[in-house]
């Protein structure tokens, strides 16, 4: 894997698909962004920080191309 050292680092024009992880909560990603990058043919998915980092997991595992982008989680109170 790419980050034990054993492969290159993923090229972000081979994307299959971006996870975003916005938080404790899952807040939708504006659709000006979403659309350029469907359009792309890049699927991108938002969804809380702890489901960004499972989906993350599970997709890696199978080989896919995917990259994640991941917000903090803020203490929950």
């Known amino acids: 894997?790419?980050?034990d050292g054993d492969s290159a680092a993923p090229d972000p024009e081979q994307t299959e698909v971006i996870?975003?992880?916005t938080g404790n909560?899952?807040?939708l990603l504006p659709s000006h962004i979403t659309a350029?990058?469907?359009t792309?043919?890049?699927g991108i998915e938002a969804m809380s920080t702890r489901a960004a980092a499972r989906t993350y997991n599970i997709l890696m595992a199978e080989g896919r191309?995917?990259?994640a982008a991941l917000?903090?989680?803020e203490p929950i109170k």
């Open 71 to 73: 917000l903090p989680l």
């Open 19 to 21: 996870i975003v992880g």
């Open 36 to 38: 350029e990058l469907q």
């Open 25 to 27: 909560q899952h807040n």
């Open 40 to 42: 792309s043919g890049i």
């Open 65 to 67: 191309r995917v990259i």
């Open 1 to 3: 894997a790419f980050l």
